[in-house]
């Protein structure tokens, strides 16, 4: 889906090291939120955003922190990567509270 | 505690059969249900939705049942394609609730054998 981007879509990163995920949507909606997925855990949301600089956290927030200056992109930052973090990572997007959520493509991180 | 469960990891068909996935929830606040395909290496992707005011939504090969007494959804597909081969999350969502969060299960496994 061309209106969702995720960046880095792989990123092998040590222990210790911050790191950041990109998520961009050309879409203007107002709703972004970041998923993990993990094997035996479906997908679980880490955090998400109802604006510009409205963010909160979900099931899965520890470790996470989130930022969201423009609409257009929603930040997933992990402070100091722990090898439990080591997933894929998918953002999502909607349009208002009663619509579904769209997908991007995943950011495969590993933490070695 | 697992408020949307699904029970089977993984499902085989034939080409040309019925697929039956189920899902179970436990929270009655919910009130608009969603499956998702996942391919390998993409997003999920939206599949077909029903609220819970209705008890079927079909939309092609793909009919969602909802049994809200049970608190029981299934999707089936019919006739079952090999394309169809994916994971499939059932997803749930609270009235009002969290900002449209979805709350996922955790897929199951639909292998279409030609």
């Known amino acids: 889906d061309a209106g969702i981007t995720q960046s880095p879509r792989h990123k092998v990163t040590e222990t210790g090291t911050p790191v950041t995920l990109r998520c961009h949507q050309t879409e203007n909606h107002r709703y972004m939120y970041w998923y993990r997925q993990d094997p035996g855990h479906g997908l679980r949301l880490i955090h998400y955003s109802y604006g510009v600089k409205d963010t909160d956290k979900g099931e899965v927030s520890d470790g996470y922190s989130v930022s969201r200056s423009k609409t257009e992109d929603f930040l997933l930052t992990l402070e100091s990567a722990t090898s439990s973090q080591t997933s894929v990572y998918f953002c999502?997007?909607?349009?208002?509270?009663?619509?579904?959520?769209?997908f991007g493509p995943g950011t495969r991180l590993t933490v070695t | 505690d697992q408020q949307v469960k699904q029970n089977s990891p993984s499902l085989s068909v034939q080409e040309g059969r019925i697929s039956i996935l189920n899902c179970d929830y436990t929270n009655s606040m919910f009130d608009y249900f969603l499956w998702y395909k996942k391919y390998p290496a993409e997003g999920p992707t939206f599949l077909i939705s029903?609220?819970?005011?209705?008890d079927k939504n079909e939309d092609g090969r793909f009919t969602v049942f909802l049994n809200k007494s049970a608190k029981h959804l299934s999707l089936h597909i019919v006739p079952s394609q090999p394309g169809d081969s994916a994971v499939y999350f059932c997803a749930a969502r609270g009235y009002g609730g969290s900002q449209g969060n979805l709350i996922f299960g955790k897929g199951t496994k639909l292998s279409v054998k030609p």
């Open positions: 029903i609220s819970s005011i209705k």
């Open positions: 999502a997007i909607s349009e208002d509270l009663r619509n579904y959520l769209r």
